[in-house]
């Protein structure tokens, strides 16, 4: 079973920095694309950044410039610079990894538990 497990997130201040990680365990044979969604209260989850194994990245429009994101196949993890953030940044973010799922013979998604991201103005 494969399980991912975030860090990082916590409060900041408006204009501040936080990075957060996600680390994969578990059976892992093939990995194919990794990213962050966030999920602010009353809204749906949304897309932030995501990543190939290649190291193509796709970010959301209000991500852009201020965000970055990495990922180290070697270790199946996954990070997320955040500068610049704002109070409208603030939501649970949780990671989510693609992987082939032997079991199941096909791609299969799997989501982190989530970390707080609090930014205050």
């Known amino acids: 079973q494969v399980q991912l497990v975030e860090s990082g997130g916590g409060l900041v201040q408006a204009g501040g920095s936080l990075r957060l990680s996600c680390a994969a365990s578990?059976?892992?044979?093939?990995?194919?694309?990794m990213g962050w969604y966030r999920q602010a209260p009353g809204k749906q989850r949304e897309l932030v950044a995501t990543?190939?194994?290649?190291?193509?990245?796709n970010f959301a429009d209000s991500v852009k410039g201020r965000f970055t994101i990495s990922r180290d196949n070697a270790k199946n993890t996954v990070h997320l610079q955040m500068n610049s953030l704002k109070p409208e940044d603030t939501a649970v973010y949780y990671c989510?990894?693609?992987?082939?799922?032997?079991?199941?013979?096909?791609?299969?998604?799997?989501w982190g538990q989530g970390t707080q991201v609090t930014v205050s103005s």
């Open positions: 578990g059976s892992i044979f093939s990995v194919g694309s």
């Open positions: 990543i190939t194994s290649g190291g193509v990245t």
């Open positions: 989510k990894m693609r992987h082939w799922d032997r079991d199941r013979a096909t791609w299969y998604d799997v």
